[in-house]
């Protein structure tokens, strides 16, 4: 009897130790209170509205993945379904003029609230990259892209590459840390085919 | 042959010539950055900030010298060293801003969009009372080891939030704050990037905030900290104050447990 009562007493004290400190949240319920938290804590504001915070299924698997490795059938899937994405240029023409190229890759406005929505837009690429030797003040987030043609040929499969590198970089690398400047909106077509053409041009000073 | 010879040894001059530049710019940089720590006009905003501590103000005219950082009504030694913390009479997870706005509404008598309003100063435009307030109260922690608690079930949850807004990829170019901030020894052009997600990395960076900005000629909150990354990570406008920046500056506050507090400092 006494044995019983102890039973009946220890089952009562877990229930209320259990009801009184409830077991922490799962990863799920975190993510989702993130994401809500996230929204409500921010303001539309110039051209940055609160539609910037819905993520596309990329930004989502990459969300989910980060600071992991994701596994090889997640990243074939993300560089699937952005390769199929990619927009090609109509004419067939990937090089546009390295001059502009390189104040593209030197401007750093656009897409902020704070730029102004008429522009200009620029891909920043020096943020993160060596490009032209001339411009010493590079980061080092990407790798260098001084001699890009050099070392890799000047053909047309090496400028497809660029060309839809610069577009959506996570056709060829899921989760980078390099914008989809075309898939995005960012840069425009013309813009993109200057900045390959700034990194495969012959005459381009990346490839001197 | 002897043309080729040239050409090669004319390049591997010019890239010397580019190597030594840069080496010069970046050495440059550190006399710079060394020369600031000379002297440090966040005083200016350090001593303002005791003024308004010790100011009767709002419209119950009462002091700050009641408002409770966490150690106690009126302690400010050492507050900022165990911020965010979970306050049970509010019951949320607060910063020091967030802190501070609700002393002012609970206890001077302003009203919520009042207490929160210019978070940032702009020069000699406008002055930032909070800002001052802040600059005072971190000054307080000075050689403070960090020690932010994860105690209670909603400073857990703050941190964990946290940690998933710090991967969160979002807006026109895909940034998340681990674009920069999750690997060591990476640089934005010449500026060098703490990696947030190591010890050492989130240590040197948070207990270096606030700081006084030399470029824009303000002392700078960790709210303004976060508030202009999110800026040029192309997301929309971080609201002052939101559980959001709170749930951030737990996880980047505990990640530099351990470490001595170090600000208000200078960056360029």
Same mark, same amino acid.
């Given at each position: 009897m006494k044995t019983i009562i102890s039973v009946v007493t220890l089952a009562a004290g877990t229930a209320m130790l259990l009801s009184g400190c409830a077991s922490p949240p799962s990863d799920a319920e975190i993510n989702a209170r993130a994401t809500a938290m996230l929204k409500a804590s921010f303001a539309a504001r110039g051209q940055a509205g609160l539609d910037r915070l819905d993520q596309d299924e990329t930004q989502k698997a990459c969300t989910t993945y980060a600071g992991k490795v994701p596994g090889k059938d997640v990243t074939d899937r993300i560089e699937k379904v952005n390769f199929e994405s990619i927009k090609w240029p109509a004419d067939g023409k990937y090089l546009g003029n390295w001059q502009n190229g390189e104040k593209i890759a030197q401007e750093g406005r656009g897409k902020q609230f704070s730029d102004d929505p008429a522009g200009p837009v620029g891909? +920043?690429?020096?943020a993160c990259h060596q490009v032209a030797?001339?411009?010493?003040?590079?980061?080092?987030i990407g790798p260098s892209l001084y001699q890009f043609a050099k070392v890799r040929g000047y053909g047309p499969d090496i400028q497809k590459y660029a060309y839809g590198k610069i577009w959506n970089a996570d056709a060829y690398?899921?989760?980078? +840390?390099?914008?989809?400047f075309g898939h995005s909106n960012i840069l425009s077509e013309q813009q993109v085919k200057d900045v390959t053409a700034l990194l495969m041009?012959? +005459?381009?000073p990346v490839n001197k | 042959m002897t043309r080729r010879v040239v050409l090669a040894a004319t390049a591997a001059l010019v890239l010397a010539g580019v190597a030594l530049a840069q080496d010069a710019t970046v050495e440059g940089i550190a006399k710079y950055r060394a020369a600031l720590q000379d002297g440090n006009p966040a005083e200016l905003w350090e001593a303002r900030g005791e003024g308004l501590w010790k100011t009767a103000r709002g419209p119950k005219k009462v002091?700050?010298?009641?408002?409770?950082?966490?150690?106690?009504?009126?302690?400010?030694?050492?507050a900022y060293a165990q911020l965010p913390r979970y306050f049970p009479d509010a019951d949320r997870v607060m910063d020091l801003e967030t802190r501070l706005v609700h002393c002012m509404v609970t206890q001077q008598g302003y009203t919520l969009a009042d207490a929160k309003k210019g978070p940032f100063g702009n020069g000699n435009e406008s002055k930032s009372d909070i800002e001052a307030l802040v600059a005072y109260v971190t000054s307080e922690s000075r050689g403070v080891k960090m020690n932010v608690a994860a105690s209670h079930p909603k400073e857990q949850e703050a941190y964990r939030i946290g940690e998933r807004m710090f991967f969160f990829r979002g807006g026109s170019h895909d940034f998340s704050c681990a674009t920069c901030h999750a690997e060591s020894g990476k640089r934005i052009r010449l500026q060098d990037l703490p990696n947030l997600t190591e010890k050492a990395g989130a240590q040197l960076a948070y207990t270096t905030w606030p700081a006084y900005r030399v470029s824009q000629g303000e002392l700078r909150t960790f709210q303004w900290r976060l508030f202009d990354c999110f800026r040029q990570q192309r997301f929309p406008a971080l609201e002052f104050t939101s559980d959001g920046s709170i749930a951030l500056t737990m996880f980047l506050a505990r990640n530099a447990n351990g470490a001595a507090f170090d600000a208000p400092a200078i960056k360029r």
């Open positions: 891909g +920043n690429c020096y030797p001339q411009e010493v003040s590079y980061g080092t690398s899921a989760c980078s +840390n390099m914008p989809r041009d012959p +005459n381009s | 002091t700050f010298e009641k408002c409770d950082l966490g150690l106690g009504p009126g302690v400010v030694k050492g």
